[in-house]
Nanobody, 112 residues
Framework: EVQVVESGGGLVQPGGSLRLSCAVS?????MYWVRQAPGKGLEWVSR????????YNADSVEGRFTMHRVNARNMLYLQMNSLKSEDTAVYYC????????RGQGTQVTVST
């Protein structure tokens, strides 16, 4: 079983940046960042292969978000740049694109 704790969210203006962190205990081949915007379902944002380090991003964030890992610290990160209002959501670290074994999440609000 994987346990995760997300952190790093906050309020940021459009065009700004944030870095989210995910402390991970346990191992899964694929780890995901997913998000849930107000009134919407879960949407996968980015995923990383824990063995190869290969990264895949959703079209909605490609070129703006970057996921990376630091295995020695059991940490995953999501660097978010050029944030838009539509990126406002609760962000979760999870073991599947549907949000399995996700934590409590961290709120990201993009607004003036």
């Amino acid at each position: 079983e994987v346990q995760v704790v997300e952190s790093g969210g906050g309020l940021v203006q459009p065009g700004g940046s944030l870095r989210l962190s995910c402390a991970v205990s346990g191992f899964m081949y694929w780890m995901y960042w997913v998000r849930q915007a107000p009134g919407k379902g879960l949407e996968w944002v980015s995923r990383i292969n824990s063995i190869t380090g290969s990264i895949y991003n959703a079209d909605s964030v490609e070129g703006r978000f970057t996921m990376h890992r630091v295995n020695a610290r059991n940490m995953l990160y999501l660097q978010m740049n050029s944030l838009k209002s539509e990126d406002t959501a609760v962000y979760y670290c999870a073991t599947s694109p549907s949000g399995d074994q996700r934590g409590q999440g961290t709120q990201v609000t993009v607004s003036t």
